[in-house]
C-alpha cells in the first residue's frame, strides 16, 4: 500500500491548526465583530481623505489619522448614540406603563371582536408582554458594555489602519493565497458596495423621516422631531425598520384615548411610509454604485442576524463577495476541460 508523503501529512496538520486556532479567535471575537466591520467601513469611507491630508496638505498620518478619527464620532456616532437613549427613554416610559397601554389596546381589540364576533382578547396575556418589555430592556442594559468594547476596538483598529496602508496592503498580498488581480478586484467589489450601503443607506434614512415626520405634524403627534429622528435610525432595516418609530407613537398616542391620531399616524405609517420604504430604497441603491437591488435586499436580510447593526452594510457585501469569489474561480480554473463538447453534457 502507498504511503502517504510525511509532506503531506505535516501540510495537512499545519492546516488544520490554523483553522483550530482561527475558529477559537472568531468565536472570542464574534461579540465584537461589528467593531472589526466598523473599522473596515470606515477606512474605505477616510482613505481617500487621507491620503488628500498626508499628500497633498503634507499632514503628518498620526495627526491626519487622529483628525478623521474625532471627526467620525461627532459626526456618526455621537448622532447616533443620542438618538438611542432617547429611544430608550421612551422604551422606558412605555414599559412603566405597560399595562395601561396594553389594556388600551385591549379597549381598542373589543371593539374590534364587537363587530367581527371574534375572540381575541384571551389571546392578549398582559403579564408574558409586560415580562417581555422588561426582560428586552434588561438585554438593552446588558449589551452597553460589549458596544464600548467595539468601539474602542474599531478606533483602535482605524488608527493602525489608517497610518499604516502600506503594510495592510502588503499583508493581505502576503496572507491571502489569491494573485494580485484577484485581490484588486475583490477590493473593488468591496469598496463598491460599502461605499453604497455606508452612504446609500443614511441617505433613504434621511427621506423615510422626512415623510414619516409628515404624518406626525399632520395627525399632531407630540415630539414629532424625536420620532423623526426615531423612524430615521429605524429606517435602516428595509422592510420593517419604519414601524420602530411608527408603533411606539401608535402605543402610546392610543393609552393617552386618542384613538383617531393613533390610528391615522398607523395607517399613515403602514401605507405611505411603507409603500415609499422599499421604493425609495430601491431606487437610491442602484443609482449610487449600480448595486443590484437583489444583492442589497438578499444582503441585508443574512447581514442582520449575524453582524447586527453594521450587517446593514456588510450583509449586501457578503452576497457580493460570494458572486466575486465565484466568478474568480471560474476565471482561474473554470476553462480547464474547455475541450468537452457542449453537447455531451
Known sequence: MKQISPKIIRQIFILLLVLLIGSMIFREMLPYLSGVLGAITFYILLRKLMIKLVKKYKWKPALAAITLMVASFFVVLIPLTGSAIMLGNKIGETANNSEKVIEAFKQQVSRIEAQTHMDLNSQIDTESVTSWVTDSLQNMVGSTFNVFIAIGLMYFMLYFMLTNRKALRQSLRDYIPMNNESLSQIGRE?????????????????AQGIIALIGFLIFGIED?????????????????GTLIGILPVFILTL???????????????????GSTDNLIRLYVLQK????HPLITLIGVIIGVPLFGFIGLIFGPLLVSLFMALVKIYKEEYGNEGSGVNDEQL
Open 255 to 273: 393609552s393617552s384615548g386618542q384613538d383617531f391620531k393613533a390610528w391615522g399616524i398607523l395607517i399613515y405609517g403602514i401605507i405611505v411610509v
Open 288 to 291: 449610487l454604485d449600480n448595486v
Open 190 to 206: 468591496i469598496q463598491t458596495m460599502v461605499k453604497s450601503n455606508a452612504i446609500g443607506i443614511p441617505l433613504v434614512a434621511i
Open 224 to 240: 414629532p422631531f424625536f420620532w423623526f429622528v426615531i423612524v430615521t435610525i429605524g429606517s435602516m432595516i428595509p422592510f420593517v
